[in-house]
């Protein structure tokens, strides 16, 4: 029976290719399409201020509660974070990757990659939490602070209104931070896989010209690497623009994109309006994957 099988697939190569990949195109159709889809058609309702109650009627009311002052300073506020957390990931991880690619022995670069996927092994929450009381005024970084003299500098930091509050575990600092451990990981690995793909022979061809290092670097080895760079990219920025666990663990009473979505859907039961947030990420990150996808990035994942 088995036999007679797999001979009939190799006689119909269609109908295997159908089989094997059917499942994962009904699963991505149904499942992943469609819960997206029915967030569009959500979005277009309304609700009625008086009832509570969904108004399944096409509306672009819902849209324009959008563009009011305090979601619009919502999807600012996250957006620049996003952006915040992306470049610098960008810039911490660069020389890591370069290190692994380019001079790490074979061992040394199987234990490096081993420390930068390590973090990746334990729970997301657990380390949250943990930087939750790092952060913390009686955690092991304030302790550290206070011991170099440096705590009025930090209480001067943490009194600016847009990025302070009452301590780093409470702050829109301590959120960047977070933001920056948890992804970072997600930055290193593209880049790393891109700079393996750089030839030696083209950085010993520009020093052989005369290329200073820097040179080399900003003619060479950066434009042939930048497409790891967005790879990377698009996994910081769609991450931190989706998350509310970190803002909602860490963060103040400055809501962003994820907390107002569940704040909307669970505590006020706006759905339309919840859905209508969650599209604004959702066009942002169509229109960065293009873009993306423009600067060869894919090429690097």
């Known amino acids: 029976m088995v036999n007679r ?20 195109l009904v699963y991505m159709l149904v499942v992943y399409l469609g819960s997206l889809f029915s967030l569009l058609i959500n979005s277009f309702f309304a609700i009625d201020d008086f009832t509570g109650l969904v108004i399944r009627q096409f509306t672009l009311r819902t849209y324009s509660q959008i563009f009011n002052p305090a979601n619009r300073e919502i999807f600012m506020r996250t957006g620049a974070m996003a952006a915040i957390v992306t470049v610098v990931s960008a810039l911490i991880a660069f020389p890591l990757a370069f290190y692994i690619a380019k001079y790490a022995s074979p061992k040394t670069k199987t234990w490096l990659l081993i420390a930068v996927t390590l973090p990746l092994w334990s729970s997301y929450l657990v380390r949250v939490y943990a930087w939750k009381l790092i952060l913390a005024k009686e955690g ?105 666990i970190i803002p909602l663990v860490l963060g103040n009473s400055k809501f962003f994109v994820g907390q107002a979505v569940y704040s909307y859907q669970g505590t006020g039961g706006n759905i339309p309006l919840a859905a209508a947030m969650t599209m604004g990420p959702v066009v942002i990150m169509i229109v960065y994957l293009l873009t993306a996808r423009r600067l060869g990035a894919f090429d690097a994942l």
């Open 5 to 24: 099988t797999s001979t009939f697939l190799y006689q119909h190569p269609r109908l295997g290719l159908f089989l094997l990949l059917g499942p994962p």
């Open 140 to 244: 092991i970084l304030s302790w550290f602070i206070n011991l170099l003299n440096l705590d009025g500098a930090l209480e001067w930091l943490l009194s600016f209104d847009n990025i302070g509050g009452s301590s780093l575990a409470l702050s829109p600092i301590g959120m960047f931070i977070v933001f920056v451990y948890i992804w970072l990981p997600y930055m290193i690995i593209p880049i790393q896989t891109a700079l393996e793909r750089v030839p030696a022979s083209l950085l010993e061809a520009s020093s052989d010209l005369g290329a200073k290092p820097f040179q080399t670097f900003r003619t060479v080895i950066l434009p042939l690497s930048f497409p790891g760079v967005v790879a990377g990219s698009i996994f910081t920025f769609s991450l931190t623009m989706g998350d509310f």
